[in-house]
């Protein structure tokens, strides 16, 4: 993983409710080993007519969203089955933050593992968001270290995250990548138990 410490980016909203894994990424396109090819089927029966045609009704087909890297969406996302395939859909299209009053547990923590952040703001912040990213220009900054999310234009506040996480994504780790900090101890107590 890519550390996380700020993030400037275009925003996009999605201004729905329950937003779930199967519409982020949708069951038949789960069959994929890798982490990546996903974004191109992300919201897929939202984003196309049919299998060639763009939706240009659906949020993110519009111009003005083109090159987001923030997502702003309402309450619940990311419910529904677990599936890891969600977080890996959202980063392979190109998102790295999503903003929303509330998130399936599953999902939140299945983001944090793989790198993408999930911010909790409040319903009123949210819906600021969302009409601001209505403008082609909407960018915000994403402080990871502050913990704070701001704009250009005076919007300023902060979000809640488990520090064990936040180090992790600052570091650009993943638990795995941790079990490698305390290697000389494992060595040593493996030494130590094979010698007795």
Known sequence: MQPF??????VAGIDRSNIDTDQIIPKQ?????????????????????????LNP?????????EGATILVANENFGCGSSREHAPWALQDYGFKVI??????????NN?????????????????Y???????ADYELTISLEEQRVYDEKGFNRTFVI????????LKGWDEIDLTFVYEPYIVEYEKKYHSA
Do not use: C, M
């Open 5 to 10: 410490t700020i993030h400037k980016g275009r």
């Open 29 to 53: 396109f789960l069959k994929r080993i890798e982490r990546t090819g996903f974004g191109k089927f992300l919201f897929y029966d939202w984003r196309y007519i049919d299998e060639r045609t």
């Open 57 to 65: 009704d659906f949020e993110l087909n519009r111009p003005e969203n």
């Open 99 to 108: 903003i929303a009053p509330s998130f399936a547990d599953i999902f939140y």
């Open 111 to 127: 983001s944090l593992k793989n790198g993408l952040l999930p911010i909790r703001l409040n319903k009123q912040d949210v819906e």
């Open 129 to 135: 968001l969302l009409e601001q990213s209505k403008r």
């Open 162 to 169: 488990d520090p064990y996480r936040k180090q992790l994504l």
